[in-house]
């Protein structure tokens, strides 16, 4: 069983930076994959970045340059670094675990970018 914690969410103008974080505990060994995705209004939840236990990580185009993820592995915590935030990023967005072929999510953030 895992449990993941979001912070980081809030209000920034557009152009600003936001640090997401996602706390989690339980077991997480062996092959994994840590993710963020995000769900606007009237959209399906789409993935915004990726990092797996090897170290890989995995961008779409919309935010490739502008978000980072990462991960502390002694806190047993992971990040996504927001840049150039754009009013399009406006959505909440959740934190995910992929391990042992179970997901497990986080229950959401909200970020919005506005002036």
């Known amino acids: 069983q895992v449990q993941l914690v979001e912070s980081g969410g809030g209000l920034v103008q557009p152009g600003g930076s936001l640090r997401l974080s996602c706390a989690a505990s339980?077991?997480?060994?062996?092959?994994?994959?840590m993710g963020w995705y995000r769900q606007a209004p009237g959209k399906q939840r789409e993935l915004v970045a990726a990092?797996?236990?090897?170290?890989?990580?995995n961008y779409p185009d919309s935010v490739k340059g502008r978000f980072a993820i990462s991960r502390d592995n002694a806190k047993n915590t992971f990040y996504l670094q927001m840049n150039s935030l754009k009013p399009e990023d406006t959505a909440v967005y959740y934190c995910?675990?992929?391990?042992?072929?179970?997901?497990?999510w986080g229950e959401g953030t909200l970020v919005t970018v506005s002036s």
């Open positions: 995910n675990v992929l391990v042992l072929g179970r997901n497990y």
């Open positions: 339980g077991s997480i060994f062996g092959f994994y994959v």
């Open positions: 990092i797996t236990s090897s170290g890989s990580t």
